[in-house]
């Protein structure tokens, strides 16, 4: 059975998916802290912090680093190896999700009186059997992505936003004003919205199994559990490390601002710090859904082995195609975003905040680089490499921002600039590995012509904005020249042979899949 399985369309279905649960999870939040207001809100994001802990503990990087060794069995035609892999990763993530998930629940209590707040306990036994539908789910999203499908991640990811809406506003409604209750049971809402994803990702397994018939007696090699369990946690690991790290100098870098600006800052340090961390980084973060879903496309691709080198030039190419203009975009249109996506910022907030978001937009490229490099090591078994890489440019951004901080003109811009130095030195140092271990350089037009074709756009953009202003209110300008830049960026782009048309052939490389699901059960 042949399948067209490319690199660019697993990412824009992967960006499809993603843009839209992100879309739908910022929404459930406004009638959310509308219901449970102030107190109720507080108590609700007290259990994440820790809820987040045990998910890196127990998935975190499961998916990538399982789509790599089902890529690479099935390119060997190793379909008994591939499933080997499949169940040996079910079982042991499985169990260590259980694991994570009895202990939260037991330890509920203690947990919530060491946080100094016993009502949030009964959130806890609320919330701990998702952390072993999320361990299931990571498993069987791997499986999908090593195959190259990337439908059932994005659909399942849809299904849990959606399923998460329904649950938590009709029940918070339901037990207000109940505000404990209703907290606890809005909790619940995760748990039934991971167990909606796992439900639509084992449909669409035992669908998938009975399209196909695979004849595992006459092909692959004996499999090897104990080999495959050594592989997963190999790549696995040095992720679930990674992303416990940038979480946990996030904390230390909160507590810098806070104690350091405190002594010479004459305004809320607190809100100031929320600026930067609340409208600010989450504007900054949403180039990143498009350029990770190139990220996680790209490791089942690369770790097939097939024009492994042309993969990797095309992967960090689409990286720069897209973050190059969002970062100029973001530069140039600061103060109407923030205007548009927040119009409740008191005038003297929303400046600081584009200000903010014009030193942030630096980020952009730097932070879309270091996801799709992270991802290429991962394909390449030099996760662990990543991993170092990342805590050097963690400890030169608390130096950094240790540093800028103290300098009263500077102040909260410290932080911003610490960040896009973290995501630089870590990108840098990744890519250093990556053209050594694949003997290539990239070269400078993989960065330099979507920066030229970004400047293009965004200048036109630029000049229509400023034109349809005169006609037209702020937001609806903003929106009419961002949409017509669309097409003069995409001829840009063309004119200037961005893509080569050995890598347009890539990005719709046949893959020829024989016999049926690899996983055979």
């Known amino acids: 059975m042949k399948r067209q399985k490319s690199l660019i369309s697993g990412a824009v279905i992967l960006s499809l998916g993603g843009l839209l649960s992100k879309a739908l999870g910022a929404l459930y939040r406004i009638p959310l802290t509308n219901l449970l207001g102030p107190e109720g809100i507080g108590l609700y994001h007290l259990v994440f912090p820790?809820?987040?802990?045990?998910?890196?503990?127990?998935?975190?990087?499961?998916?990538?680093?399982?789509?790599?060794?089902?890529?690479?069995?099935?390119?060997?035609n190793d379909y008994k190896g591939a499933r080997c892999a499949f169940r040996v990763a079910y079982i042991l993530i499985g169990g260590a999700g259980l694991a994570l998930s009895l202990l939260l629940f037991f330890f509920a209590d203690r947990v919530a009186q060491l946080q100094g707040t016993p009502l949030i306990a009964e959130g806890y036994r609320m919330i701990a059997p998702s952390v072993f539908f999320t361990s299931q789910i990571s498993v069987i999203r791997?499986?999908?992505?090593?195959?190259?499908?990337?439908?059932?991640?994005?659909?399942?990811?849809v299904v849990e936003q959606v399923?998460?809406?329904?649950?938590t506003v009709g029940v918070a409604v339901n037990f207000l004003p109940d505000v404990a209750k209703a907290v606890s049971f809005s909790i619940l809402a995760v748990t039934v919205s991971e167990l909606a994803a796992l439900l639509t990702l084992i449909f669409l397994y035992i669908i998938g199994k009975k399209k196909r018939k695979a004849d595992l007696q006459s092909q692959g090699e004996k499999p090897g559990a104990f080999r495959f369990a050594a592989l997963l946690l190999e790549a696995s690991l040095p992720i679930a490390i990674g992303s416990a790290m940038l979480p946990l100098s996030g904390i230390i870098d909160s507590l810098l601002v806070i104690n350091i600006m405190g002594r010479y800052y004459g305004g809320n340090v607190v809100g100031v710090y929320g600026l930067l961390n609340g409208p600010v980084n989450s504007i900054i973060g949403l180039p990143a859904i498009v350029?990770?879903?190139?990220?996680?496309?790209a490791v089942p691709a690369i770790s097939s082995g097939k024009e492994a080198n042309g993969k990797v030039g095309l992967a960090l190419k689409l990286t720069f195609l897209i973050a190059m203009p969002?970062?100029?975009g973001l530069l140039v249109f600061s103060q109407q975003v923030i205007s548009l996506l927040y119009p409740t910022l008191s005038t003297e907030d929303a400046g600081l905040a584009a200000l903010l978001l014009q030193v942030g937009s630096v980020s952009v490229p730097f932070l879309a680089l270091l996801q799709t490099s992270v991802c290429v090591l991962v394909a390449a078994r030099k996760g662990f490499l990543g991993t170092l890489n990342l805590f050097v440019g963690v400890l030169a951004k608390l130096a950094l921002s240790f540093i800028l901080l103290q300098i009263p003109s500077i102040n909260i811009f410290g932080s911003a600039i610490s960040a896009a130095a973290c995501y630089l030195v870590v990108a840098a140092l990744n890519l250093f590995v990556i053209m050594r271990h694949y003997k290539f350089e990239p070269s400078a037009h993989v960065a330099l012509k979507p920066l030229l074709c970004s400047t293009v756009a965004i200048a036109f953009a630029f000049g229509a904005q400023k034109l349809f202003e005169v006609f037209l209110g702020q937001n609806l300008s903003l929106a009419l020249s961002i949409a017509?830049?669309?097409?003069?960026?995409?001829f840009a782009c063309l004119k200037l042979e961005v893509l080569s048309g050995s890598?347009?052939?890539?990005?719709s490389l046949p893959r020829k899949v024989k016999g049926d699901d690899p996983t055979g059960v």
């Open 142 to 157: 791997g499986y999908f992505q090593g195959r190259m499908n990337m439908v059932p991640t994005a659909l399942s990811q």
């Open 163 to 167: 399923a998460k809406i329904l649950f």
């Open 484 to 490: 017509l830049s669309l097409p003069v960026y995409a």
């Open 503 to 507: 890598e347009i052939g890539l990005l």
């Open 326 to 328: 969002c970062a100029l």
């Open 50 to 76: 820790v809820y987040s802990l045990l998910l890196s503990a127990s998935s975190s990087g499961v998916p990538t680093a399982l789509s790599r060794l089902i890529s690479e069995r099935l390119s060997l």
């Open 291 to 297: 350029t990770g879903a190139i990220a996680a496309a």
